[in-house]
């Protein structure tokens, strides 16, 4: 044992230089990894002024049911623990149930001036909206007339819920959480901004760095973007304008930029990549000026970028394929009445039905048929059943279906809805 104890006391400087060369190696590696996720970025971080921000009604514990009033650009909320339950059955939401958070309307809503000068007439109608991946934040796409910009709602304190301006100036569209919980792609579509074009954005703090696109014309040509659920790749898709088609490149190793697809005939609309990261949902309408044509959904290999159609869905009106939480199907929104012209047109005349595919089989199947009406603005719940806006009773009311197609109404005020998006708040 004594010559053991020798013999490791003869080689301890020898293991404290190799111990301090992995040290000094590691923090060069390190070195090396920051500098190379900083090549995709075009310009350096860039500040936030103050940002407007409003406090909202509080919220309760338990699950919430968050969804707009289309009639009056108003965001209500309405709790709903029942929903939970092992057999899903619980009181239909009355008037008196829903609380009204805020009224996009309200002209004070507005930080930059020029908003109040732009679009049609002011109206202002509350889009999409997007939860981070910890639940604690909502995104929305907030629509001036043709534009945008994006509010941001902080659970944190559900008792003093916080909205904000994502950006404190111009106009721009929310495309996709980072998983961190705290950084966004965004789309700054206002030639007025200093760097507009692709950015991440920092929640906390405003912050922005824009992301180098050599081949984007303007902001306006960059079509969808998505992020991996490890954070490693951006998927971006660009076009040149109507009759060029477009474009899907993905950023590789935080700074490569390669292009995995080139179609001259359809223009790529809506991104996802799926929860375990292993495909990516890829919507594309044809590049005509036919605003509600027929779309293709795909699934494109993130490790070998093969692209393999799946089927025909709904295309134009903003729909997007929702992935299952085990990644093996995909939920969307299909035309059920492709062949009418006027649907071609005219968004309210569209018929759809909510329907899911097997990414591995390519088995379909309906979860809720159209019977003449429209299902849209499709949004996972925490237990995996689907949440929709459809106007199977005339107006558009919110619905839930769960995997194997137990249907059931969630409002009824005669009120028309949109965008319904379920939170669960701790208790």
Known sequence: MRTQSKIVRKQKPVAEIIVMFLLVSAIAGMALVLNSQNEIFATPRQPSGERSSVTLPPLQSGANLFFVTTDSATLCTSAIDEVW???????????????????FGDEN????????????????????SFLSPDGRYIAMNVHTGPLSVVWVID????????????????FGRFLAWHPDSRHVLYLAYDLMVS??????????????????????????NLTA??????????????????????????IENQQTHRRIWDDQQTVI???SYSPDGQYVALVNLLDSPVPFANAGLWKINALTSKATFLTTMDGGHGQSPIWSNDSSELYYIKRDNPDENEADY?????????????VNNLTERILVPADGARQLDLSLAPNGDLMFASD????????????DGHLQQVTADGKPKRFPLIVVLGR
Do not use: C
């Not at 092992?86 to 008196?96: G, K, L, Q, T």
């Not at 809503?109 to 999409?128: A, F, I, V, Y």
């Not at 998505?226 to 009759?243: F, H, K, N, R, V």
């Not at 199977?392 to 839930?400: A, K, Q, Y």
């Open 225 to 250: 973007a998505a992020i991996s659920p490890d954070g490693t790749e951006i998927l971006y898709a660009t076009t040149q304008g109507m009759g060029t088609g477009s474009e899907l490149w993905k």
């Open 392 to 403: 199977r009773g005339d107006v558009l009311e919110v619905w839930t279906v769960s995997r």
């Open 195 to 220: 760097n507009p074009g692709l950015w991440m954005v920092d929640i906390v703090d405003g912050s922005h760095q824009r992301i180098e696109i050599s081949t984007l014309v303007t902001p306006q």
């Open 155 to 170: 659970l944190k304190d559900k008792a003093n819920p916080e909205m904000f301006r994502l950006v404190t100036e111009g």
């Open 346 to 358: 005219r968004a309210n005349a569209l018929v759809s039905s909510v329907r899911a595919i097997d």
């Open 269 to 271: 609309g809506s991104l």
């Open 85 to 103: 339950d092992a057999a899903p059955s619980f009181e239909v939401i009355r008037p008196s149930d829903a609380e009204e958070l805020i009224a």
């Open 109 to 128: 809503l507005s930080s930059d001036s020029s908003e109040s000068e732009t679009g049609h007439d002011n109206t202002r109608m509350l889009g999409q």
